[in-house]
């Protein structure tokens, strides 16, 4: 590998957790219903409140956050859930060392938070159908301009971390904001 293939780093340090996270989450399951794209929704409506913390791009995080409102709004009215019972916050702690170099820190949040925009595109494809009459919006992003988004972001990425230190510490950026959204999908867990 390129020590200075910001992104082969990235993959080969999130690797096992990614595969966690595909595996484990709520839309995992093999017939997921609109009830679990609530639960997935507010999973990650969580996780993008407490990434809010950290050194990530706080309009990412603002565009998130609108999106997935958007869609948990739907899905309330689609279940009839009554609107003081919609929100379900979890508290979760998961400490990180304040980074030596925070921006690239964040850089790793955000490729987390770019690649499941992604990997939403993956998502939309198998539930449209037997979602709807949901729309997924918050899965289907922007559409056809996702996969030239996602290249646009990687070529930022790899602009951002030129040097081997800095890939590093996105790369702990990444692995910190995979930690906290399997902390906050164990913690949804217990809850249920």
């Given at each position: 590998?390129?020590?200075?293939?910001?992104r082969?780093?990235?993959?080969?340090?999130t690797a096992p957790?990614?595969?966690?996270?595909?595996?484990?989450?709520?839309?995992?399951?093999?017939?997921?219903t609109?009830?679990?794209?609530?639960?997935?929704?507010?999973?990650?409506?969580?996780?993008?409140?407490?990434?809010?913390?950290?050194?990530?791009?706080?309009?990412?995080?603002?565009?998130?956050?609108?999106?997935?409102?958007?869609?948990?709004?739907?899905?309330?009215?689609?279940?009839?859930?009554?609107?003081?019972?919609?929100?379900?916050?979890?508290?979760?702690?998961?400490?990180?060392?304040?980074?030596?170099?925070?921006?690239?820190?964040?850089?790793?949040?955000?490729?987390?938070?770019?690649?499941?925009?992604?990997g939403?595109?993956?998502?939309?494809?198998?539930?449209?159908?037997?979602?709807?009459?949901?729309?997924?919006?918050?899965?289907?992003?922007?559409?056809?301009?996702?996969?030239?988004?996602?290249?646009?972001?990687?070529?930022?990425?790899?602009?951002?971390?030129?040097?081997?230190?800095?890939?590093?510490?996105?790369?702990?950026?990444?692995?910190?904001?995979?930690?906290?959204?399997?902390?906050?999908?164990?913690?949804?867990?217990?809850?249920?």
């Amino acid at each position: 590998m390129d020590p200075l293939d910001a992104r082969a780093a990235l993959r080969e340090a999130t690797a096992p957790l990614h595969a966690e996270v595909d595996t484990g989450l709520p839309l995992a399951r093999p017939s997921p219903t609109l009830a679990d794209y609530r639960a997935h929704l507010q999973l990650l409506s969580d996780w993008t409140a407490r990434l809010r913390s950290l050194p990530v791009d706080a309009r990412r995080l603002d565009t998130q956050a609108a999106a997935l409102a958007v869609d948990l709004a739907e899905c309330d009215r689609l279940l009839g859930t009554p609107p003081e019972r919609a929100s379900t916050a979890t508290h979760v702690d998961i400490a990180a060392q304040t980074p030596a170099d925070a921006e690239a820190f964040g850089w790793g949040i955000a490729y987390v938070i770019e690649g499941s925009q992604l990997g939403g595109q993956v998502l939309y494809r198998r539930l449209a159908e037997s979602l709807a009459p949901h729309p997924l919006a918050y899965l289907r992003g922007t559409g056809r301009d996702t996969g030239a988004h996602w290249k646009g972001f990687l070529a930022e990425l790899q602009r951002q971390l030129a040097t081997p230190a800095r890939i590093r510490a996105a790369c702990d950026g990444a692995v910190h904001a995979f930690g906290l959204l399997l902390a906050c999908h164990r913690a949804s867990e217990l809850r249920a």
